[in-house]
């Protein structure tokens, strides 16, 4: 079988995918490309996720890419919405004609006498083998299993004779109206279900082992809304954007250095949303301090405004066992569910779950030190592209997407055809490629690669920071090109 042959071959055609191919397409015009999509449709997440409500978890203005302004009224968009954006921004830049739909990667193997990577990919429609290679090689695979989400393992959960359903994988025909619904879970996924299942069904509860931190913005924003009406689009988005972007990046520096008075903050912000009365300590109080998981956003404040109406409620306990009927609590309280939605979380999976290898290798990311949060010491031509934990995901990928392009235009200028980032001497401390205590990333921390503790290993979560190192710094700091 004959490989066929491109320049950069990138993996993934959702949100990352798309932003990427855009960046090489106008940047590097010259550049021959394919996006291999292990699925049939463009927009990753976006098009997996299609549960009641799913929506950002970030203002669409910075979430949007920069090359292409949100043109939307709301500012915290539904998932459908954003879809379509993809898809829009996939055809209108013409990359959506080099994705090769129902290609699942399963490996990689780079040649240093060959300079290239041989890139294996099964077709999940005719069931063939495909091979490609490539000079460079562009993860843009996000970080989680798109098989299935994580369920816990639940004491009695077969005897449970109702509907349980996780959100990654929602039957489109579940009909939840006029029935008892449990969601299990206190996460970004919880809080979006909880509200949109609330108005048809008889009563849904959000049942969690501990409470997360919970944050109301508008579905709109004015500011935004002003500058779209009384300036021009190319100057109101960019506004727009670095407002946001301030704005974020200052609530998330405050939270780690004065976590008392913005755990007080939030918790003004709930009780003004909530009954009197509430008991707010119980539901609404984590153990932990702000940031430490990521804050959960509810546009105009919609869960708080279905516990005011009696149709929701949070319970707060752990579970013992399912039952025939619904669930028993530790407490010995019992909850009767038609329904039960395990909100619980993701799998985390690196890269896609392709197997890589160097010169014959097998490459372990977890044995990896990432440089500068977007390539892998000692891995040649290649680079992954993860968003932030603590911000819009997209403000990452247009710079780790700006930044393989200025790599590859150094490269071509000094004549080379190989660039390996040098993994630090074990001396340099080493820190969590993601900075966060969420039950997700915990669970993958033995698995993910590494950070180091100075630059140009360390990558902080700070996006005016990496500008200046992406956007403006240099391609050729602890690195080693050859010919």
């Given at each position: 079988?004959?490989?066929?042959?491109?320049?950069?071959?990138?993996?993934?055609?959702?949100?990352?995918?798309?932003?990427?191919?855009?960046?090489?397409?106008?940047?590097?015009?010259?550049?021959?490309?394919?996006?291999?999509?292990?699925?049939?449709?463009?927009?990753?997440?976006?098009?997996?996720?299609?549960?009641?409500?799913?929506?950002?978890?970030?203002?669409?203005?910075?979430?949007?890419?920069?090359?292409?302004?949100?043109?939307?009224?709301?500012?915290?968009?539904?998932?459908?919405?954003?879809?379509?954006?993809?898809?829009?921004?996939?055809?209108?830049?013409?990359?959506?004609?080099?994705?090769?739909?129902?290609?699942?990667?399963?490996?990689?193997?780079?040649?240093?006498?060959?300079?290239?990577?041989?890139?294996?990919?099964?077709?999940?429609?005719?069931?063939?083998?495909?091979?490609?290679?490539?000079?460079?090689?562009?993860?843009?695979?996000?970080?989680?299993?798109?098989?299935?989400?994580?369920?816990?393992?639940?004491?009695?959960?077969?005897?449970?004779?109702?509907?349980?359903?996780?959100?990654?994988?929602?039957?489109?025909?579940?009909?939840?109206?006029?029935?008892?619904?449990?969601?299990?879970?206190?996460?970004?996924?919880?809080?979006?279900?909880?509200?949109?299942?609330?108005?048809?069904?008889?009563?849904?509860?959000?049942?969690?082992?501990?409470?997360?931190?919970?944050?109301?913005?508008?579905?709109?924003d004015p500011i935004a809304d002003f500058a779209r009406k009384w300036l021009p689009a190319k100057v109101a988005y960019p506004v727009i954007r670095w407002k946001n972007v301030l704005m974020a990046t200052a609530f998330y520096q405050l939270s780690k250095r004065r976590p008392a008075f913005v755990k007080n903050l939030l918790r003004k912000d709930a009780a003004r949303r909530l009954p009197?009365?509430?008991?707010?300590?119980?539901?609404?109080?984590?153990?932990?301090?702000?940031?430490?998981?990521?804050?959960?956003?509810?546009?105009?404040?919609?869960?708080?405004?279905?516990?005011?109406?009696?149709?929701?409620?949070?319970?707060?306990?752990?579970?013992?066992?399912?039952?025939?009927?619904?669930?028993?609590?530790?407490?010995?309280?019992?909850?009767?569910?038609?329904?039960?939605?395990?909100?619980?979380?993701?799998?985390?999976?690196?890269?896609?779950?392709?197997?890589?290898?160097?010169?014959?290798?097998?490459?372990?990311?977890?044995?990896?030190?990432?440089?500068?949060?977007?390539?892998?010491?000692?891995?040649?031509?290649?680079?992954?592209?993860?968003?932030?934990?603590?911000?819009?995901?997209?403000?990452?990928?247009?710079?780790?997407?700006?930044?393989?392009?200025?790599?590859?235009?150094?490269?071509?200028?000094?004549?080379?055809?190989?660039?390996?980032?040098?993994?630090?001497?074990?001396?340099?401390?080493?820190?969590?490629?993601?900075?966060?205590?969420?039950?997700?990333?915990?669970?993958?921390?033995?698995?993910?690669?590494?950070?180091?503790?100075?630059?140009?290993?360390?990558?902080?979560?700070?996006?005016?920071?990496?500008?200046?190192?992406?956007?403006?710094?240099?391609?050729?700091?602890?690195?080693?090109?050859?010919?």
């Amino acid at each position: 079988m004959a490989a066929e042959h491109v320049d950069v071959l990138i993996v993934g055609a959702g949100l990352s995918g798309i932003g990427a191919a855009s960046h090489l397409r106008e940047r590097l015009p010259g550049k021959s490309f394919v996006i291999l999509e292990g699925r049939g449709a463009i927009g990753g997440t976006w098009d997996l996720f299609r549960y009641p409500g799913v929506r950002s978890d970030s203002d669409m203005f910075t979430l949007g890419y920069a090359h292409k302004p949100w043109t939307a009224p709301k500012s915290i968009a539904d998932g459908d919405s954003i879809r379509d954006y993809i898809r829009e921004a996939a055809a209108e830049s013409g990359v959506d004609r080099h994705v090769r739909f129902h290609h699942r990667v399963v490996s990689a193997e780079w040649s240093t006498p060959d300079a290239r990577w041989t890139v294996t990919a099964e077709r999940s429609d005719t069931g063939e083998v495909a091979v490609f290679t490539a000079g460079f090689l562009f993860a843009c695979t996000g970080y989680y299993r798109y098989e299935h989400g994580y369920t816990p393992e639940f004491p009695g959960v077969d005897d449970y004779r109702g509907t349980l359903v996780h959100p990654q994988l929602w039957p489109e025909d579940l009909d939840w109206t006029g029935k008892k619904v449990v969601v299990i879970g206190s996460g970004a996924t919880a809080v979006t279900l909880v509200p949109s299942m609330a108005g048809a069904a008889e009563h849904v509860t959000m049942l969690q082992r501990s409470p997360s931190y919970v944050l109301t913005l508008g579905s709109r924003d004015p500011i935004a809304d002003f500058a779209r009406k009384w300036l021009p689009a190319k100057v109101a988005y960019p506004v727009i954007r670095w407002k946001n972007v301030l704005m974020a990046t200052a609530f998330y520096q405050l939270s780690k250095r004065r976590p008392a008075f913005v755990k007080n903050l939030l918790r003004k912000d709930a009780a003004r949303r909530l009954p009197a009365g509430y008991d707010l300590d119980t539901h609404f109080k984590p153990r932990y301090d702000p940031w430490d998981q990521r804050v959960c956003f509810v546009p105009d404040g919609d869960l708080f405004r279905a516990l005011r109406k009696g149709n929701a409620s949070v319970v707060t306990d752990r579970i013992e066992t399912f039952t025939e009927t619904g669930l028993r609590l530790e407490s010995g309280a019992e909850l009767e569910a038609d329904v039960v939605v395990t909100a619980t979380g993701l799998d985390v999976l690196m890269l896609g779950g392709m197997t890589v290898s160097v010169d014959g290798e097998k490459v372990d990311p977890a044995d990896t030190v990432a440089y500068k949060g977007m390539m892998l010491g000692g891995v040649p031509n290649a680079a992954l592209a993860v968003g932030y934990t603590n911000a819009s995901w997209t403000l990452k990928i247009d710079l780790v997407s700006e930044y393989v392009c200025r790599l590859l235009k150094h490269m071509d200028a000094k004549g080379v055809r190989i660039v390996t980032p040098k993994t630090p001497a074990a001396s340099v401390g080493r820190v969590p490629f993601l900075d966060l205590q969420a039950g997700y990333v915990q669970r993958a921390a033995a698995t993910l690669p590494q950070q180091a503790e100075v630059a140009p290993w360390r990558l902080r979560q700070n996006y005016p920071a990496d500008v200046r190192t992406l956007r403006y710094g240099p391609v050729d700091d602890a690195v080693e090109f050859s010919r």
